[in-house]
């Protein structure tokens, strides 16, 4: 439907879906696993990657709130979906999670969705988490020990035994895999907090993988510290940065109807295994363009601060608007966010490739 008086053009989100709640699993005290069907007719849009997170609404007084939560189960294992939360203080979405969800309740989420994804399950992985951090690197471990061919190194900090979350599965995993797979728990009431020159030690020799990090900010400095004292590139370094979302990911979408003679730039985007060469007017967001022209690009939050619309400049200039997500690393490897991107030069070449 077009808007002609707003200016607009209004869609609904097909990234919406509704899913049933098969199963709780207490993981911890302050964790719980939710595991999600999906239904014949669903399997294509939920076809997802070790890695990758659903973005889940729950109810707030009249309406909701949209939170993103890494799946910690893998496609190369699991039949069902499975999300793992963990309460933070002083929190709302996860502690209503914690407290509401059971079996047979209906949670409306968005697709699967992140840019956090191994780049090939055959290279040597390090997996670096503390507390809830774990969710995304446990998937990412069973894709690449089932599905790939190298080895997997996972430092995984918590405050105490008791608040580990998958602590027996990944025993269990270490036992399946005992020559590729290597979990080492740091627990702050054993072993002390960590700190960069620990880590530095215990990951020198790791310091060639892949390296995938999630956890607390605190925890996420700490492990920049001791990966950079290791000597390792930050080139090889990959993190999800948690945080709650504050707009509505699962509005219709609305796009600005662009003038035909608006001031714009050039782009060849290749997107799906395809490539489109579009205009683009120098006040829009690339990926309102995108989805303007039925283009079906990656995307969740909308608002800069998940990086599931993340795809790389080839050439040409960018800026963004917000960036909520994006480390240094990324900016370097010349990823941009979709979401948030305005043309700078007049030619751009972006593809979507993460
Ligand atoms: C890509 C991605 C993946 C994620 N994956 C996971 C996952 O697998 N598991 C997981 O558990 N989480 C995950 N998260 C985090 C999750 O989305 C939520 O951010 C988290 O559950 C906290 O949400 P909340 O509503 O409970 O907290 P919020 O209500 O949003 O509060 C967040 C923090 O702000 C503080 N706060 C709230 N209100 C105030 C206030 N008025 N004044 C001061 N401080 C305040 C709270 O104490 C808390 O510390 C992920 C986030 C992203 C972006
Ligand atoms: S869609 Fe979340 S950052 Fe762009």
Redesign the pocket.
Known sequence: MTDTAASVHRTSNSHVQVLEVLEVIVETPS?VSIVLDVPDRLVARFRYLPGQ?LTVQ?PRGDGF?A????L?SSPHLDDQLI?????????????WLCDNVKPGDRLTVLSPS?K?VPRSLHQDILLLGAG?GA??LLAIAKSALIGGSGAVYFYYANATADDTIFASELDDIMVEFPDRFTVEFNYDDRDGRPTGQDLASRLRPYRKFDAYLCGPEGFMEVARAGMTLAGMDSTHLHT??????AGDPFADIVIPEFEADADSATATVEVGGSTVEITWPREARLLDVLLSKGIDAPYSCREG???ACACTVRSGDVRMLKNDTLVDADLAAGLTLACQAVPVSDEVDIVFDQ
């Open positions: 964790a997170f729950v709130v939170r993103c939560y890494s910690s999300i793992t939360v963990k309460r933070i203080e002083g929190g709302y979405a996860s502690n992140g956090f809830s969710t995304p999800e940065i948690y945080q709650s979302l601060a998940c990086s």
